[in-house]
């Protein structure tokens, strides 16, 4: 199994980013997948969920409203369109994969919001 995250930079406050999240090695289209975020000296926390057909979503109060979580099973990837980003909003963003017994998460990405 392999989660491989892109997309991360630098932004402005208000700026826009879309964070993409390349898999391989499991039935995508089976499986939630979950977007995370670690700002420093934070714990881990969820920030958007999106179940295996796509039609259910699940997001953090934090992001509700400004971030989207989509994923294409046709090519295997998730993604996390941000929007209206605040420096609050800065953290490393992982996606992640669990069934029974096993659970995966891609390197991260960086995503800074600063002026």
């Known amino acids: 199994v392999q989660l491989v995250e892109s997309g991360g930079g630098l932004v402005q406050p208000g700026g826009s980013l879309r964070l993409s999240c390349a898999t391989s090695g499991f039935t995508f289209s089976a499986y939630y997948m979950t977007w995370y975020r670690q700002a420093p000296g934070k714990e881990r926390e969820l920030v958007a969920q999106i179940s295996g057909g796509g039609a259910v979503t699940y997001y953090a109060d934090s992001v509700k409203g400004r971030f989207t979580i989509s994923r294409d099973n046709a090519k295997n990837t998730a993604a996390l369109q941000m929007n209206s980003l605040k420096p609050e909003d800065t953290a490393v963003y992982y996606c992640?994969?669990?069934?029974?017994?096993?659970?995966?998460w891609g390197q991260g990405t960086q995503v800074t919001v600063s002026s």
């Open positions: 992640n994969v669990r069934w029974p017994g096993a659970i995966y």
